[in-house]
């Protein structure tokens, strides 16, 4: 069984002077390969949780990502918020969703700046990101802000709402995680009880600025890391656990909250699951359920285990518990790397290492999560269950 804190010794591994990188699948550090806020901040949040935990030595690495946000190459103190990478001048609500996420997590497991870096990724991301007559957020500005790409997508605010729980939990201020919970749950009932349950449970994910769908999309690039074409069947198990933290951060939830998360995570598994005939679950269908790129990504499964371990401790039923201890074995036996303590990232339908999205090893935030999340209460955010 995968070992956490294996894992967490490989994910040190990717540290950098001014950040942390990229992880190749010897556990290196990819060279050449530009440093990227996505992977800095996941860092950080991972090595936060790790704190929480009470692991030796993960505090100062979470001091280390929290300053390399705060002061590195990747912050730009000339126009304020974060570059993509540090070849990339773009200003992404994906990544500045995990700079929230990562100071929100430093802020709940006290460590120095913590707090500092949480509120200016926040204010940020509300000014910035946040459009409060769409209730979602807005996609990518250019590096001085003032040029707003067309293009809007469920991805970043997926992560928009899985942030602004993690940031509600670390505030402090009841009126403010109020509002940011108020926020998520106008997000997910856009995307989840809105475009999602009109379509039969299949998720679009690109949109035009005025929040039309473009289920062409990227057709002719299918396989793209973070824009695929199609249904991202992944994607649907992440919003159905959101779903569950959200509900349970509500005093008085919406009905719909649990029942679409049941609806979101049924279609995934019914649709998803050997799609193609073989164990597992492909990374993208089209509208007609037929797999488009099949390779089989780590993350999906992490977050269908972990959807289904959630499911199991809301509603007690016993086929998550079932589904999410099948699954869990299944990635045992594929995508772990003894050679690292990690999970390989991508592998082919019949259970071979591939590349043709994912290098290397690069992160250890899904594989984590899943791994956290199992026999704890479900809170807004992972760190407020762990403290």
């Not at 070992?3 to 190749?24: E, H, K």
């Not at 729980?165 to 997910?188: E, Y």
């Not at 359920?289 to 089989?296: E, I, L, Q």
């Amino acid at each position: 069984m995968t070992d956490l804190d294996r894992l967490l010794d490989f994910a040190a591994r990717s540290r950098l002077p001014d950040g942390f990188g990229y992880l190749g699948s010897d556990g290196r550090v990819l060279p050449g390969r530009p440093q990227e806020t996505w992977i800095v901040a996941r860092m950080t949040h991972v090595f936060g949780l790790a704190h929480l935990l009470g692991r030796p030595g993960a505090g100062e690495l979470v001091r280390h990502g929290v300053d390399a946000l705060r002061t590195g190459p990747l912050h730009d103190g000339e126009h304020g918020g974060w570059r993509s990478a540090t070849d990339d001048d773009t200003k992404a609500a994906y990544v500045h969703a995990f700079v929230v996420l990562a100071g929100a997590t430093a802020t709940v497991a006290g460590v120095e700046g913590g707090r500092a870096l949480l509120e200016e990724a926040l204010a940020v991301w509300q000014r910035d990101f946040w459009d409060e007559d769409a209730g979602l957020a807005v996609e990518e500005w250019d590096r001085a802000w003032t040029r707003l790409s067309d293009y809007r997508g469920a991805n970043a605010n997926m992560h928009g709402v899985e942030a602004t729980l993690a940031a509600a939990d670390a505030v402090g201020d009841p009126a403010l995680a109020a509002r940011l919970r108020g926020q998520a749950l106008r997000s997910a009932g856009r995307v989840v009880h809105g475009w999602a349950r009109d379509r039969d449970w299949r998720l679009p994910e690109h949109f035009t600025a005025a929040w039309e769908p473009l289920p062409e999309y990227n057709r002719d690039r299918p396989a793209d890391p973070f824009r695929p074409y199609g249904v991202t069947v992944g994607h649907q198990f992440e919003w159905a656990r959101l779903c569950l933290h959200l509900r349970a951060t509500l005093a008085d939830p919406p009905g719909w909250l649990l029942e679409d998360a049941v609806a979101l995570f049924d279609a995934a598994t019914d649709r998803g699951w050997a799609a193609d005939g073989e164990d597992g679950f492909p990374y993208t269908l089209d509208w007609a359920d037929r797999p488009v790129v099949g390779a089989r990504m780590h993350w999906a499964l992490c977050e269908a285990v972990a959807a289904a371990t959630v499911l199991a401790e809301v509603t007690g039923a016993r086929r998550y518990r079932e589904l999410a201890d099948r699954w869990r074995a299944h990635g045992e036996a594929r995508f772990a790397d003894p050679a690292t303590g990690s999970w390989h990232h991508e592998l082919t339908p019949g259970g071979e290492p591939a590349s043709g999205t994912w290098a290397g090893q690069p992160d250890a935030y899904h594989l984590a999560q899943m791994l956290l999340l199992d026999g704890r209460p479900v809170r807004g955010s992972l760190a407020a269950a762990l403290r």
